[in-house]
C-alpha cells in the first residue's frame, strides 16, 4: 500500500477519523507490503496514526526513510504507543538518598565558594589597589539605599500591627506602659533584622542570582574566564560584601521606621505620648539587643549573597535553569535567615533579657 502526501499535524487536521477507518480495514492484512517512501512529511501525529493502524507493531513487509524510521522507533520503546510512559516507582531510601546527596552538593558548593572567599580576601589585604570598590559601592546602593522606601513601607506597617494587637492585651491587665518593652524588645531584637532580611533575599537575592544566570546564558561568565578574570573576586566577592555592610544598616532603619509606626499606634490606642515613649525605650531595651540585631543584620547579609551567588553560578545556559535556580535562591535564603535566627535566639536567650 502507497502512502503519500503530508502526514503531518497539519495535514492530518479533520481527517484523522476517515483515514483511520480507512486503514484499519487493510490494518489487518499481513501480508499487505506498506510503502511510505512517498510521504513528504512525517511527524509524531501521523506515526502514531500508521501505529493504531498496524496493532502497535511494525508489519514485516515496510519500506520507508531512514527519518522515518527513526519516528516510528520512537513508538516501540516502553511507555509509548498511546498507553503514557511506565509509572516510576523510586523506593523510599533512594529517594532520601537523592535528597540528602543534593543537599551535600549544595553545602560543599558554598563551602568551596567561601574559600575562594577567603583567598581572594588575602590578596585583597596583599594588594590593596586591586579591590574592587566601585562594585561593592554600586551594590551598596543597589541593594540598601535603594531597598529604603519598600522597608519603611513594611517596617511601619509591622510596627502598627505589634502595637495594636499588644495594646487589646495590655488594655485588659491594666498594663499599658509595657506596650515600649514589647514593641523594643520584638522589632529592634527579632523583627527588625528578621523583615529586612527577608525582603533583601526576596528583592536583592533574587536579582543577584538572576543577574550571574542572564550572565552565564549570553556566555560572559565564559568570557571572563578566557580573559583570566577571576568570577569570585570580581562577582561575588563584592555582593557578599556589600550585602554584608548594607543589610545591618537597612535593620537600624527598618527598627526605627517600625518603633515609628509602634508609637504612633501606642499614641493612638493607649494614649502614651511620643516624647513618653522615647524617654522610656532605652531603659526598658538594654542596649545589646541593639548589637544582637546589627550581628544578626550582618551575617544574614552575608549568608544571602553567598547564597544567591552559589545558585546564580550554578545555572546552566538555558532559560529554564535560569527560572528555577532564582526561585531556589530566594526560598534557601529566606529558610536559612529563619533558620539561623532560631539559632540566635538559642544562643543568646539569656543576654539582653530582664
Not at 480507512?22 to 510503502?35: F, I, K, T
Not at 589597589?129 to 540598601?144: F, V
Not at 544566570?213 to 561575588?236: F, N, W
Not at 502614651?272 to 538594654?286: C, E, H, R
Amino acid at each position: 500500500m502507497l502512502l503519500r502526501g503530508n502526514w503531518n499535524l497539519r495535514g492530518l487536521a479533520g481527517s484523522e477519523a476517515r483515514l483511520l477507518r480507512e486503514l484499519s480495514v487493510r490494518g489487518g492484512d499481513v501480508e499487505l507490503r506498506w510503502n511510505l517512501m512517498e510521504i513528504e512529511t512525517l511527524d509524531s501525529a501521523g506515526a502514531y496514526l500508521l501505529w493504531r493502524t498496524w496493532g502497535k507493531r511494525l508489519p514485516a513487509k515496510l519500506t520507508l526513510r531512514p527519518d522515518q524510521q527513526a519516528i516510528l522507533t520512537r513508538w516501540q520503546e516502553p511507555g509509548t504507543a498511546g498507553e503514557g510512559p511506565p509509572p516510576i516507582r523510586v523506593p523510599v531510601l533512594q529517594r532520601l538518598r537523592g535528597m540528602f546527596g543534593a543537599a551535600a552538593d549544595h553545602v560543599l558548593g558554598v563551602t568551596a565558594l567561601v574559600g575562594r572567599l577567603a583567598w581572594d580576601l588575602v590578596r585583597l589585604l596583599r594588594h590593596p589597589g586591586q579591590t574592587p570598590w566601585r562594585e561593592i559601592s554600586a551594590t551598596i546602593h543597589e541593594t540598601g539605599g535603594r531597598a529604603l522606601g519598600i522597608t519603611a513601607l513594611v517596617g511601619f506597617l509591622i510596627g502598627v500591627v505589634v502595637s495594636y494587637l499588644s495594646s487589646l492585651q495590655l488594655q485588659t491587665l491594666g498594663a499599658q506602659i509595657y506596650i515600649v518593652n514589647i514593641l523594643g524588645l520584638s522589632i529592634i531584637r527579632e523583627l527588625g533584622p528578621l523583615l529586612a532580611a527577608i525582603l533583601v533575599a526576596g528583592r536583592s537575592g533574587s536579582a543577584m542570582t538572576a543577574r550571574l544566570g542572564v550572565m552565564r546564558v549570553t556566555q560572559e561568565l565564559d568570557a571572563l574566564s578566557a580573559m583570566g578574570i577571576s568570577h569570585s573576586l570580581r562577582l561575588v566577592l563584592p555582593k557578599v560584601l556589600a550585602l554584608g555592610i548594607a543589610l545591618p544598616l537597612l535593620t537600624v532603619w527598618t527598627d526605627l521606621i517600625a518603633l515609628i509606626g509602634g508609637a504612633v499606634s501606642a499614641y493612638v490606642e493607649l494614649d502614651i505620648g511620643i516624647y513618653q515613649f522615647i524617654l522610656k525605650l532605652p531603659g526598658a531595651v538594654p542596649v545589646v539587643n541593639f548589637a544582637i540585631g546589627l550581628g544578626k543584620g550582618a551575617v544574614f547579609g552575608l549568608l544571602i549573597g553567598l547564597i544567591a551567588c552559589h545558585f546564580g553560578l550554578r545555572i546552566r545556559p538555558d532559560t529554564e535553569s535560569l527560572g528555577n535556580e532564582t526561585t531556589n535562591s530566594v526560598v534557601a535564603s529566606i529558610t536559612v535567615v529563619i533558620l539561623v535566627d532560631s539559632l540566635f535566639a538559642i544562643m543568646f536567650r539569656g543576654v539582653g533579657l530582664r
